[in-house]
């Protein structure tokens, strides 16, 4: 008998052999700074509670970004159906247990920090039977920038399936169960696959660098501070997305070869930061705040008008983003190797906190000359659930 059935009506014709939800274990351990290879492994994160993993969770070593749209005819009540059954799966699987019927059931047991975040797109919350759904004013396709050149088989999509994990290998099967699941009611648009250094080969809670060799995420609220809360969950608006957050994925394709040809100093200039330490050119330390009104003995400005730095830093309090990007590498384009950064960012507003942001970088910032977007996704991330519950219940109910 196939999952599907199972979950979806089989179980009430072998006398409800289905198992009771899972609860949360008593203690959902992370990874301490210096892990071995079983703490790694068996590593677990809760997947209960009122906002989704994966936003506030350090960051995993290994991602996968999966767009996907609804097929044809989906009415909310299928896509009741829907949730359940990736709910499920997603209680199952960062637990370290297989889903019911799973094809490989020995792939589950290590769940490396396995978390895996639902959002829903424009297309989603569009279905049949949602008539008279609230919707965020943000929840659409971005607009057009000057700098992108999107293309269709890297951008939209109805439904967006986060797995990320300190393991390839759990995020893979992670993946097969639960588009599987997802097949009879969306098919793929598209899958984009990230990943920074494994765990143990950097000292813990060490930024990662993306590929043109800059440490990446260094300017972001503190995880469980007022200040994480305000930028990214949302407090008000639609009764459905309370505890939710917006999350805009940038698929961020950079051109290695030649930026390997410019000079050290040349880089730390474009970048505002300096390459060694990630500190801006003002300042001491990565952390350090950049000094904007600086400027150099000729009366220069230190960090110049056309650094990244200066351009992505946050004017007042409400364009203030969270980061958590991911690097890639996938096949070829144009005779090149194809890679760059899966920019992955979350706001509770993505109109006032983001797109500010993204508006002077595509006016002002030489790093464009390097970087071209090629993929832009817009989703809104449904708020958590407890055991008992499922994702989307607030929505779909």
């Not at 008008?305 to 991911?326: G, K, Q």
């Not at 890639?328 to 992955?344: I, N």
Request: aromatic fraction near 6%.
């Amino acid at each position: 008998m196939s999952r599907r059935r199972l979950l979806l009506g089989g179980a009430a014709a072998l006398g409800g052999i289905a198992a009771a939800p899972l609860a949360p274990p008593a203690a959902a351990a992370g990874v301490p700074a210096s892990a071995d290879s079983g703490t790694v492994g068996t590593a677990r994160e809760s997947c209960w509670g009122s906002t989704q993993a994966g936003v506030a969770t350090p960051v995993q070593s290994f991602a996968a970004f999966v767009g996907m749209n609804l097929r044809g005819g989906m009415h909310r009540t299928d896509l009741v159906r829907l949730m359940k059954l990736l709910t499920d799966d997603i209680e199952r699987l960062t637990q370290g247990e297989p889903a019911l019927a799973d094809g490989v059931p020995e792939l589950a047991g290590v769940p490396a920090r396995l978390t895996v975040t639902v959002g829903v797109g424009p297309g989603f919350v569009a279905a049949p039977g949602l008539g008279g759904t609230s919707i965020p004013h943000w929840l659409r396709p971005m607009p057009a920038f000057t700098v992108d050149d999107l293309q269709p088989q890297w951008s939209g999509g109805d439904l967006l399936l986060q797995i990320c994990a300190d393991d390839p290998v759990t995020v893979s099967h992670a993946q097969q169960v639960l588009v599987g699941d997802a097949d009879e009611f969306a098919r793929i648009a598209w899958i984009q696959q990230g990943f920074h250094r494994a765990v143990g080969t950097t000292a813990g809670g060490t930024a990662g660098r993306n590929l043109m060799g800059y440490i990446d995420g260094t300017v972001n609220p503190a995880t469980g501070s007022a200040d994480f809360d305000e930028v990214v969950w949302i407090g008000d608006g639609p009764a459905w997305l309370r505890g939710g957050t917006g999350m805009v994925l940038r698929r961020i394709r950079m051109d290695l070869d030649t930026w390997a040809s410019v000079d050290r100093a040349s880089k730390e200039q474009i970048m505002g930061r300096r390459l060694a330490d990630g500190a801006p050119l003002t300042g001491d330390r990565e952390s350090d705040t950049p000094d904007l009104d600086a400027t150099d003995q000729s009366g220069l400005p230190t960090i110049p008008d056309f650094a990244h730095v200066r351009l992505a830093h946050a004017r007042h309090r409400a364009e203030r983003i969270l980061r958590r990007p991911y690097n890639y590498q996938d096949g070829t384009a144009d005779g090149r190797a194809e890679a760059g950064l899966l920019f992955a960012a979350y706001a509770a507003d993505l109109d006032r906190q983001f797109l500010p942001i993204q508006r002077r970088l595509q006016d002002g910032d030489l790093l464009n000359v390097w970087t071209t977007p090629v993929g832009s996704a817009v989703f809104a991330i449904l708020p958590g659930f407890e055991s008992g519950g499922w994702l989307g219940e607030a929505l779909l109910t």
